[in-house]
């Protein structure tokens, strides 16, 4: 299959259309939505997931407001993604999720 360009949503970089995140904003989500338990695709209109059904709005850990589950706080910027302490791994994974979705170890609480 043709690996075709597309822009990154946030920073309208064009990068391979199969990339898991932009390399020039970071994104794990360049081309839209996805969820962060599951990467099924969402959008802002939804309630919950239809891949794993998990609620798509979070409260942030900084400001306290309810935000929509993408890599920061609509509110504050704040960032909702931690890095997988398995060393060999090293994706961003979303601050509430148990277990990392690329190596499956279990991801510790707190900083
Ligand atoms: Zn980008
Ligand atoms: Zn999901
Ligand atoms: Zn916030
Ligand atoms: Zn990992």
Known sequence: MATYKKPCMHC???IDGDSRFCPTCGSRSPFGYVCPTCRTPISKEQ???PGC???????CPYCGKPTFVADKCEHCLGTLMVKCQNPRCGEMQFFENQKCTACGKR?????
């Open 47 to 49: 309630v919950a997931c």
């Open 53 to 59: 059904g998990r609620h798509l709005r979070v409260i």
């Open 107 to 111: 991801l510790k609480k707190g900083r």
């Open 12 to 14: 309208k970089t064009l």
